[in-house]
């Protein structure tokens, strides 16, 4: 069935001999079987499945990242306009505090000379006390605050870079994970044409659906919101999944469905686990078309439920956006109504 042995995922460990090993000591090395045509697509398909859960997890990092940026900036305003606020309130105190020195005893003789008693001048002495007491104070509140906003842009920093790491450390996975697809996908290669269809060839839903060869399309009744969203959903069949891609010449799961509400006027988080928050719980029951249906918790994957027990969604690295039925997805998770 294979042209030449390809063995892949496997190593084969040889005990080096030292120099001085007798003959009839050594071991001779067992040689590794080739994978199995079984063996190379449940491969492909783990590793699809892996993929995804790898890009939906980049999808809500880059997300992460861009919130904790805006965070940078909130806090780096917050701290410029305390160190503002605190320069105004140090220059005034200076102002005040040089006014008051250079006509201090001027102020006290003539508080005295025009005081009708000594409790009228011993309370204008006190308030002239009391404004330099406040300009002291605005200038500590000042200072605190600065305080507290420069420790909060520092805290939003560090949580940005943790962000950026994360999101730097999941591209360096997606990367090898795509090294290993390709060294599957090779190997896949060189087997019969048979096997590789079966492995490509999508399992059809199960009758009485209805669906068209052609357009892997199905026809159901929808309106408003969810119908706009499902029939944008549906201009998109036949377009190729690619990782992070939110449209409109390919996409990834939750790219597809942000897409396809977003014409209806939702704004969805590009992200699976992200739109597992939106909205409201929906029970497997009472799904209705345009219900956004989960896989795996937190999800990984995310589909547009259209009716009949048929979803449309972007599968996986190498597929296309396509209609299948919701019962032959595995890991249901849940589902929610959005519009």
Avoid at 309 to 331: C, E, F, R
Wanted: glycine share 6%.
């Amino acid at each position: 069935m294979i042209g030449s042995v390809v063995v892949l995922g496997a190593a084969v460990l040889v005990a080096p001999l030292a120099a001085h090993a007798l003959p009839h000591l050594a071991t001779p090395a067992v040689a590794a079987k080739p994978l199995t045509t079984a063996q190379v697509t449940a491969k492909l398909r783990s590793l699809a499945k892996s993929s995804e859960q790898l890009s939906e997890q980049l999808n809500q990092a880059k997300i992460d990242t861009a919130n904790a940026q805006r965070q940078v900036v909130t806090a780096t305003r917050t701290a410029n306009l305390a160190q503002q606020k605190l320069q105004t309130a140090q220059q005034q105190l200076a102002i005040s505090l040089a006014s008051q020195y250079k006509s201090a005893s001027f102020s006290r003789t003539v508080a005295l000379l025009s005081a009708n008693s000594t409790d009228n001048y011993l309370q204008t002495v006190q308030t002239m006390n009391l404004l330099t007491e406040h300009q002291g104070e605005v200038a500590t509140m000042a200072a605190n605050a600065i305080s507290a906003a420069n420790a909060a842009t520092a805290r939003a920093k560090a949580a940005a870079a943790a962000a950026s790491q994360k999101q730097a450390d999941l591209l360096k996975r997606q990367h090898a994970l795509n090294a290993q697809v390709t060294k599957y996908k090779a190997l896949l290669a060189t087997l019969t044409a048979a096997e590789r269809a079966k492995y490509f060839t999508p399992t059809p839903p199960p009758a009485p659906q209805v669906v068209n060869q052609v357009f892997n399309t199905v026809t159901v009744s929808a309106s408003g919101d969810a119908g706009t969203a499902i029939s944008v959903a549906k201009a998109q069949l036949g377009k190729p999944y690619q990782w992070g891609a939110a449209g409109p010449d390919s996409f990834d799961c939750s790219g597809l469905t942000s897409y396809a509400w977003g014409h209806a006027g939702v704004s969805l988080p590009h992200s699976a686990a992200g739109q597992q928050g939106m909205g409201a719980s929906v029970a497997q029951s009472d799904l209705q078309p345009g219900d956004l249906v989960f896989f795996g918790s937190p999800a990984y994957h995310v589909a547009l439920y259209i009716g009949d027990g048929m979803i449309i969604h972007a599968p996986t690295s190498g597929d296309v956006v396509k209609i299948v039925s919701l019962s032959s997805m595995p890991d249901y998770s849940g589902a929610r109504r959005v519009g």
